[in-house]
């Protein structure tokens, strides 16, 4: 007999219908729910039985919305039926290796000192097993539909989503504000660890521009990981100013790198780490191009041939 999926997430209701679901420290999820139908924002690195979980809050007819192409953003997208993501990410809808989301779920738990192999195996903090509750796809691909920015989404009773785009992190980066509780769910695109280096810097500052005059519409901002931020709680205030002053220096010409200790934590051996894909050889390429700012709390990873719009 299959075990069952674990669905103990830890879960906070931090406004009216509105909850954070954490994937065991490694990314948050946003459950809002309406008088009519309830949108998931996010599908986490694939732990566990997602859906189950959404289904012990609400029975209505769910809206899936992917803020962006990432590994810890698509892992259990297929539990649903459809989803919405922008056409910019599309092609990076689907959930990643099983090998490479094992790796980075055990990374992150080693950081956390929540469920990994000796010496401290015997504290197993979460409550997921690796090699029963991170698996393969257990379904088809959802039929995935293109969001467009000023896209709204009606979950009845007033409460009206609206799509905005928010390039940086990856190209198709958006956040959702949401009009009823006036929370903006930002996704990876405003973060005090922000890496914005998938476009040039002028972009992205942009696009940040817009969502910070918009300001009287949201009480606070909601990003994935609560990592910079207590659970269930939004971004202290000054993170998005920050950012849009690191941006504005870079464009004067003000770069200088910063070394900082790594957030991962402590290096997993080299020997564990999986054979990376073409795609992710690539992308560790792209990596290697970036520099990190800082400025107090804010960390910001940019590419420097990446700044100007051409």
């Given amino acids: 007999m299959a075990k069952e999926l674990t669905k103990l997430y830890p879960m906070v209701q931090f406004k009216k219908d509105t909850w954070e679901i954490d994937e065991f420290d490694q990314a948050s999820m946003f459950l809002l729910v309406g ?4 949108m998931l924002i996010d599908c ?14 609400t029975d209505k007819p769910l809206i ?4 962006h192409g990432h590994i810890d953003h698509t892992g259990n997208i297929c539990q649903f039926e459809e989803a919405w993501i922008h056409g910019k990410d599309m092609a ?5 290796p099983l090998r490479r989301r094992r790796f980075d779920v055990s990374r992150v738990a080693q950081r956390q000192k929540g469920a990994i192999g000796s010496p401290y195996n015997m504290f197993r903090l979460y409550p997921f097993d690796l090699n029963t509750d991170l698996r393969e796809p257990g379904g088809p691909m959802p039929v995935l539909h293109e969001i467009t920015a000023g896209m709204a989404f009606d979950l009845g009773g007033g409460r009206i989503v609206t799509a905005h785009e928010c390039p940086g992190h990856t190209p198709g980066e958006i956040v959702l504000l949401d009009h009823a509780t006036r929370s903006l769910f930002a996704g990876d695109a405003i973060n005090f660890n922000l890496s914005a280096a998938s476009v040039p810097v002028e972009t992205s500052l942009r696009a940040l521009r817009r969502i910070a005059d918009m300001k009287n519409r949201y009480d606070g901002i909601y990003n994935r990981h609560h990592d910079f931020r207590p659970f269930g709680a939004p971004l202290d205030d000054d993170c998005l100013p920050t950012i849009l ?3 504005e220096g870079v464009l004067r010409g003000e770069i200088w790198p910063t070394q900082n200790p790594s957030f991962w934590g402590q290096p997993m051996p080299l020997t564990d780490t999986p054979e990376l894909s073409e795609e992710e050889a690539a992308m560790k390429k792209r990596m290697a191009n970036r520099v990190t700012l800082r400025r107090g709390r804010n960390y910001l990873a940019i590419d ?3 700044i100007r719009e051409e």
């Fill in 35 to 38: 008088s009519e139908k309830a």
């Fill in 44 to 57: 986490g690195m694939g732990i566990g039985d997602l859906l189950g979980a959404v289904r012990m809050i």
């Fill in 64 to 67: 899936v919305v992917i803020t």
């Fill in 92 to 96: 990076n809808a689907s959930p990643a």
């Fill in 245 to 247: 002053e690191m941006m």
């Fill in 304 to 306: 420097p041939g990446k």
